[in-house]
């Protein structure tokens, strides 16, 4: 076999349907070998090799199995980049391959040769660069491998032309072993019991799940957990739609933009159980004010987490599914029957979730985007996906937007790249085409990939972009209203945007303008009935803020825009 077939039999190998990417020069020979599989390996073209990554990813949050990215050598490389990272930063599994100048000019600034190796290095699980055929199989599987196991992650393999091409006489093993990875899955039991020991104490528990929790598929040992425990559930950003919203005890999404109910319960809590959350800046604020007078449990499957951001009194190694399996069946074990000893906690934090949502709907109003949003939150189904851009757009998503089930809601966190959006929503399509797939996008962050509506045409992938268009970059206009004296600076689009229906129709799509409220339901209903991706602009206001929101550097307890009775402290309140 040719390098190139050895590469495509991997691929079959590891299952995978379908690729993304763009060809060029240095990965013709493995796009030629392609040719041959066209029936087994769907070649999806991409525009720009951001999209591709991010397809990759949209694929993998959507169904849990590593997405592919292909590229060339040089630009195609970098252009896999912000992707790349992205999905390092919100632990995605994907394979990223580019290809590379011959081995014998490697090093030599030969044309389009760039050093993926260095650039991928702090962004990457894993990188590989091959240069011995006979490794191509062996790398690959381990690429996989690693992609996937403990947790997830990009792994990027650099692809030589020589290498491509070369012939190769071994076998392509079954599976392979790395001696030097060994993730632990299975929590410590001494561990677990002295969690529970020290949950059992607490008067003010709070869980925060995070996306490790739908990385594992925990959904059904945590609401086991929560309901045998009675303890309410935050989650973040990325754990949104693991616990279900419509629960007695979900509390929602806390952090810089979070429920006030729910940094309400993280302020004044007395004992965090954090589960597959590494406690980023955008939950904790100053994390010298987090979690001060608390005792802190924290699992998590990867063990460099564990302590970096927040003191932790009670650490575990394992995987989120089998610490919540765990936790309830030793709950189930030490638990005496008697008083549920944090009803008022549960009692004060319902209270205030009720009275935030009656708040909410008083106020919504017009072709603002938290009335927009509720009404979309109607009109969905609970089997529908949306993924985001990045900006307000996302932030008012996270907020108005109810999910019950995990990798429903499929966005950008740790990196917050704007772009990510349409490309992902199309990744999540061809991972899950019997379900609706949604991109609640800004005009600022749509315009980056919006080259990608050619994509859903060309491979007839179709989705919904929801273009919430306020003439601006929405989130920077806002943190300048607030803390920066009003200047806007570098913000305003004015009138400068396309026409997003005419730019639809240009990619032979229809598009459809939204300038009323009145407008917004039958759009989306002509938008859901379409077989192909249809373009919604909504005309929203454009100086409408998302709030709560956190100051920068300041702990939750200095969040502004909330009412009042959300900052009381529990001493207070009883």
């Known amino acids: 076999m040719k390098g190139s077939e050895v590469i495509v039999k991997c691929l079959l190998k590891q299952d995978v349907k379908h690729i993304f990417g763009i060809t060029g020069g240095a990965v013709i020979p493995l796009y030629d070998e392609l040719y041959h599989y066209q029936d087994r390996i769907r070649n999806i073209i991409c525009r720009h090799e951001q999209g591709a990554a991010h397809m990759a990813a949209g694929f993998a949050r959507a169904c849990g199995k590593p997405g592919v990215a292909v590229a060339t050598s040089g630009p195609g490389g970098t252009n896999l980049i912000t992707g790349i990272m992205d999905a390092f930063m919100d632990s995605t599994p994907m394979v990223a391959m580019a290809g590379q100048v011959p081995t014998s000019l490697v090093g030599n600034d030969a044309f389009q040769e760039t050093d993926m190796m260095g650039l991928t290095l702090p962004i990457t699980k894993h990188n590989f660069q091959v240069r011995n055929p006979e490794h191509i199989a062996d790398t690959l599987l381990k690429a996989f491998k690693i992609a996937t196991e403990g947790r997830p992650g990009p792994v990027y393999v650099d692809l030589p032309k020589d290498v491509q091409n070369a012939e190769v006489k071994g076998e392509i093993p079954d599976k392979v072993e790395i001696r030097s990875y060994r993730p632990t899955f299975r929590p410590n039991p001494l561990?677990?019991?002295?969690?529970?020991?020290?949950?059992?104490?607490?008067?003010?528990?709070?869980?925060?799940?995070?996306?490790?929790?739908?990385?594992?598929?925990?959904?059904?040992?945590?609401?086991?957990?929560?309901?045998?425990?009675?303890?309410?559930?935050?989650?973040?950003?990325?754990?949104?739609?693991?616990?279900?919203?419509?629960?007695?005890?979900?509390?929602?999404?806390?952090?810089?933009?979070?429920?006030?109910?729910?940094?309400?319960?993280?302020?004044?809590?007395?004992?965090?159980?954090?589960?597959?959350?590494?406690?980023?800046?955008?939950?904790?604020?100053?994390?010298?004010?987090?979690?001060?007078?608390?005792?802190?449990?924290?699992?998590?499957?990867?063990?460099?987490?564990?302590?970096?951001?927040?003191?932790?009194?009670?650490?575990?190694?394992?995987?989120?599914?089998?610490?919540?399996?765990?936790?309830?069946?030793?709950?189930?074990?030490?638990?005496?029957?008697?008083?549920?000893?944090?009803?008022?906690?549960?009692?004060?934090?319902?209270?205030?979730?009720?009275?935030?949502?009656?708040?909410?709907?008083?106020?919504?109003?017009?072709?603002?985007?938290?009335?927009?949003?509720?009404?979309?939150?109607?009109?969905?189904?609970?089997?529908d996906i949306f993924t985001t851009g990045v900006g307000q757009h996302q932030m008012f998503g996270e907020h108005y937007l109810t999910f019950t089930r995990p990798r429903t809601w499929i966005t950008?966190?740790?990196?917050?790249?704007?772009?990510?959006?349409?490309?992902?929503?199309?990744?999540?399509?061809?991972?899950?085409?019997?379900?609706?797939?949604?991109?609640?996008?800004?005009d600022g962050s749509f315009q980056m990939t919006s080259q990608e509506l050619a994509t859903a045409k060309q491979f007839g992938i179709k989705v919904?972009?929801?273009?919430?268009?306020?003439?601006?970059?929405?989130?920077?206009?806002?943190?300048?209203?607030?803390?920066?004296?009003?200047?806007?600076?570098?913000?305003?689009?004015?009138?400068?945007?396309?026409?997003?229906?005419?730019?639809?129709?240009?990619?032979?799509?229809?598009?459809?303008?939204?300038?009323?409220?009145?407008?917004?339901?039958?759009?989306?209903?002509?938008?859901?009935?379409?077989?192909?991706?249809?373009?919604?602009?909504?005309?929203?206001?454009?100086?409408?803020?998302?709030?709560?929101?956190?100051?920068?550097?300041?702990?939750?307890?200095?969040?502004?825009?909330?009412?009042?009775?959300?900052?009381?402290?529990?001493?207070?309140?009883?």
């Open 464 to 574: 919904v972009p929801i273009i919430m268009n306020n003439k601006c970059l929405g989130m920077v206009r806002q943190w300048l209203e607030i803390f920066q004296g009003n200047r806007q600076s570098g913000v305003h689009y004015a009138n400068f945007n396309p026409d997003f229906v005419k730019l639809a129709e240009a990619y032979h799509l229809k598009g459809i303008t939204v300038a009323r409220e009145s407008e917004f339901l039958p759009a989306l209903e002509e938008a859901k009935q379409s077989d192909e991706t249809v373009v919604i602009d909504v005309h929203v206001q454009e100086e409408e803020n998302i709030l709560p929101m956190l100051p920068p550097g300041k702990g939750l307890q200095h969040i502004i825009g909330g009412r009042t009775v959300f900052r009381q402290n529990w001493d207070d309140v009883k």
């Open 412 to 442: 950008s966190g740790g990196a917050g790249t704007m772009g990510y959006g349409l490309p992902a929503a199309l990744g999540a399509k061809v991972a899950m085409p019997d379900r609706n797939v949604y991109d609640l996008d800004g």
């Open 191 to 383: 561990q677990i019991k002295k969690a529970v020991e020290t949950i059992l104490k607490a008067e003010r528990p709070v869980i925060i799940a995070g996306g490790g929790c739908i990385i594992a598929g925990a959904q059904d040992s945590l609401i086991e957990f929560a309901n045998l425990s009675c303890i309410p559930v935050n989650t973040t950003t990325m754990g949104k739609g693991i616990f279900p919203e419509s629960h007695p005890l979900s509390l929602g999404v806390m952090g810089m933009h979070g429920e006030e109910q729910a940094n309400y319960a993280a302020i004044n809590t007395d004992c965090i159980i954090a589960v597959g959350c590494r406690f980023s800046d955008r939950i904790t604020g100053d994390t010298r004010l987090f979690a001060k007078d608390a005792k802190v449990v924290h699992a998590d499957v990867d063990p460099t987490e564990i302590g970096k951001n927040v003191r932790v009194d009670i650490p575990i190694v394992g995987d989120a599914r089998e610490v919540l399996k765990m936790f309830a069946a030793v709950f189930a074990e030490l638990a005496v029957k008697k008083e549920n000893r944090h009803e008022p906690w549960i009692k004060k934090l319902r209270e205030l979730r009720e009275l935030t949502h009656a708040e909410e709907d008083k106020a919504a109003a017009g072709m603002t985007q938290a009335n927009l949003l509720r009404m979309l939150n109607r009109f969905k189904q609970e089997s």
